[in-house]
């Protein structure tokens, strides 16, 4: 890369298997929560194969739904090989990126971001080209976004309280206006609510056309 090139990215984005996904969502039947993270992974996977600075896609994914969905945008799928957890098949599905892709940046994305646009994503990953960041979730307690240029190492710390942990590791913070769908991951119904608040991708709207939630946290 030289300095009048923008970066680009590979980006890599794990998806549970369907069956396992969103138990937290209580305001829906269990089909109808595989359902929710199917089109929520879909909703999600369309922007990020939308947004300028990716020029590689990578999900890491057992499940067949996933795939079909993933190929369709032209992402190289790979089988969750580790099957270690979040961090593992993030740093695995990195490993590949990086072996396939030398010098781009290698980014990772959660898969429950119905509200993501891909402008959201292009302002983030050029933010992330001056070194390792991370965007926060809108609690301001996880993470959405991890993204490392070309030679800094991929550590992610995904999971509880990962917010502080990235920034204990010395990454900068993204904390940047008009990434309200990139901050916006969804687990309970309340974050569901919220997320079509800011306006959800039309895979996530569909199909909650056709299902009425109940009960859930929020209004």
């Known amino acids: 890369m030289t300095p009048d090139v923008p970066l680009t990215w590979s980006l890599v984005i ?30 999600t996977i369309a922007a990020a194969a939308g947004a300028a600075p990716v020029a590689a896609l990578v999900v890491v994914t057992d499940d067949p739904a996933v795939r079909a969905e993933a190929a369709g945008h032209g992402a190289f799928v790979l089988p969750d090989a580790p099957a270690a957890g979040l961090n593992e098949a993030l740093a695995f599905g990195a490993r590949e990126a990086q072996a396939r892709w030398p010098g781009q940046g290698v980014a990772a994305l959660t898969a429950d971001l119905p509200a993501l646009r891909s402008a959201e994503l ?34 992610p710390l995904f999971g509880r309280n990962s ?33 079509a608040e800011i306006g959800l991708g039309p895979r996530t709207r569909a199909l909650l056309a056709t299902v009425a939630l109940t009960g859930g946290e929020g209004p």
Not at 34 to 39: C, M, P, R, V
Request: proline content about 6%; hydrophobic content about 50%.
């Open 14 to 43: 794990p998806v549970k298997v369907l069956a396992q996904a969103k138990s937290r969502l209580t305001g829906l039947p269990a089909a109808d929560r595989a359902k929710l993270a199917l089109a929520m992974a879909a909703d």
């Open 122 to 155: 292009t302002i983030a990953l050029t933010a992330a080209a001056a070194g390792r960041a991370f965007v926060p979730d809108a609690e301001g307690t996880g993470t959405t976004l991890y993204a490392a240029p070309p030679g800094a190492g991929f550590e």
């Open 163 to 195: 917010r502080a942990r990235h920034v204990a590791a010395g990454l900068a913070e993204l904390d940047l206006p008009g990434l309200g769908g990139l901050r916006r991951d969804v687990d309970t119904t309340a974050e569901l609510r919220q997320a």
